[in-house]
């Protein structure tokens, strides 16, 4: 098994909605919901103030999460198939956004975060889940990033007080890996 599927599987146990602290009336976009499960968590906590899009540029998982809330009384969520880097939401839109994971797997992430604070309402905020290799060189560098550079790339996209607001530590098969969760603010002004 590759070591990428290995670190995919740990996704799963992310919990990156406990980052987000999604307030009443807020408009939330999980950018990568991949089967939606936080998308569905952070609507089933807003219920009827707030609205939650789950957004993911795989379309079977797009489905595979519209079928799961097809039984559930939830008038708050909506899940789009899209790519990242070409966001289809108007300007300051958002919130709140988050990115897990596999954000991180684009050719040009400072597009992607450009977009991202694009569609951010002035003072809203875009939390990540990022993975972070820590001295392993058989993946491609381009998927993964030092803490250091995500904050450059977010910084040079126009986010302002940036921080690591935690970090948890694996070892896959003698490669350590880190997970950053980094929270950045669109300026208010």
Not at 108 to 135: D, Q, S, T, W
Request: hydrophobic share 40%.
């Amino acid at each position: 098994m590759f070591l990428i599927d290995e670190i995919d599987k740990l996704k799963k146990n992310t919990q990156i909605n406990k980052y987000v602290n999604f307030s009443p009336g807020e408009y939330y976009l999980d950018l990568d919901c991949g089967r939606g499960d936080s998308s569905i968590d952070a609507a089933v906590s807003a219920r009827t103030s707030g609205f939650v899009v789950g957004f993911d540029n795989k379309k079977k998982l797009i489905d595979d999460a519209s079928k799961k809330i097809n039984n559930m009384e939830l008038g708050n969520i909506l899940f789009m198939y899209g790519e990242k880097d070409k966001l289809i939401f108007w300007n300051e839109f958002f919130d709140v956004v988050s990115g897990n994971w596999n954000i991180c797997r684009v050719n040009n992430m400072i597009k992607v975060f450009g977009e991202v604070y694009r569609v951010l309402k002035k003072g809203g905020r875009f939390i990540l889940a990022i993975p972070v290799l820590n001295g392993h060189k058989l993946i491609e560098k381009k998927y993964f990033y030092t803490k250091n550079e995500y904050m450059l790339l977010l910084e040079r996209s126009g986010f302002n007080d940036i921080e690591a607001i935690d970090e948890k530590i694996y070892n896959i098969r003698e490669v350590n890996l880190s997970l950053i969760f980094l929270r950045a603010w669109k300026k208010s002004r």
